[in-house]
């Protein structure tokens, strides 16, 4: 069965560094998503990501949040600057071909900001 | 604001009985729902979606929409230990909406006693 792969599953770092998370969506979606959610809380919405743009953003996706899709397969999310309160699971997802279906999400990524 | 709200729970049920799951949304244009279950320190796993008012059914899980109450629910039938969980409801708000992100409730914290 088709999966959203997300890499790595934990990523420690110290305060001030970048850190890259890495998706690769399902095959034939179109639409991309990160998510986040910080231990004990609900999930939020970050940034949608369709036709090689931003689609929506939410407002915690500030300056310091980049995406990509670098080579048509995987979809990235760069925080330039680490903060101690970027520590959370981020969840890449993805939906398609058509939008408003059903998203299917990744695994996670463990982000701990040291 | 647009909101989606749970009762955080956590909902206790003897096994084999019927858990239901409760879920309130702010924005009238919503258009789909969803529920994911999330087990701890996983990613959300969908299990349903409802786009039409009613009842929708796939095995022992029941999404129901009632669209002028902007209320969404969902009914565990034979609930097994198994089903121990948190419980997220999900809205994709149409208003404004181009990128087809969800808003997720807190997540109903679900515990089925043997």
């Known amino acids: 069965e088709p999966e959203v792969t997300q890499t790595p599953s934990h990523q420690v770092t110290q305060m001030g560094q970048e850190v890259i998370l890495r998706c690769v969506p399902i095959s034939n979606h179109l639409y991309f998503y990160w998510y986040r959610q910080i231990l004990g809380q609900k999930v939020e919405f970050l940034v949608s990501?369709?036709?090689?743009?931003?689609?929506?953003k939410s407002e915690i996706f500030d300056d310091q949040f980049s995406v990509e899709r670098p080579d048509g397969s995987n979809f990235t999310l760069k925080i330039r600057s680490t903060k101690l309160e970027d520590s959370a699971m981020y969840f890449c997802a993805s939906m398609g071909p058509k939008r408003n279906t059903e998203a299917f999400f990744g695994q996670g990524t463990r982000l701990t900001v040291v | 604001q647009k909101e989606v709200e749970q009762n955080s729970g956590p909902l206790s049920v003897p096994e084999g009985a019927i858990a239901s799951l409760n879920c309130t949304y702010s924005?009238?244009?919503?258009?789909?729902f969803f529920w994911y279950r999330q087990y701890s320190g996983k990613s959300p796993e969908l299990i349903m979606f409802i786009y039409s008012n009613g009842d929708k059914e796939d095995g022992r899980f029941t999404a129901q929409l009632n669209k002028a109450s902007q209320y969404v629910s969902l009914l565990i039938r034979d609930s097994q230990p198994s089903d121990s969980a948190t419980y997220l409801c999900?809205?994709?708000?149409?208003?404004?909406?181009?990128?087809?992100?969800?808003?997720f409730g807190q997540g109903t914290e679900l515990s089925v006693k043997p």
């Open positions: 990501f369709y036709n090689n743009e931003i689609s929506e």
């Open positions: 924005d009238r244009g919503s258009q789909s």
């Open positions: 999900a809205v994709n708000p149409w208003s404004g909406n181009q990128g087809g992100k969800l808003i």
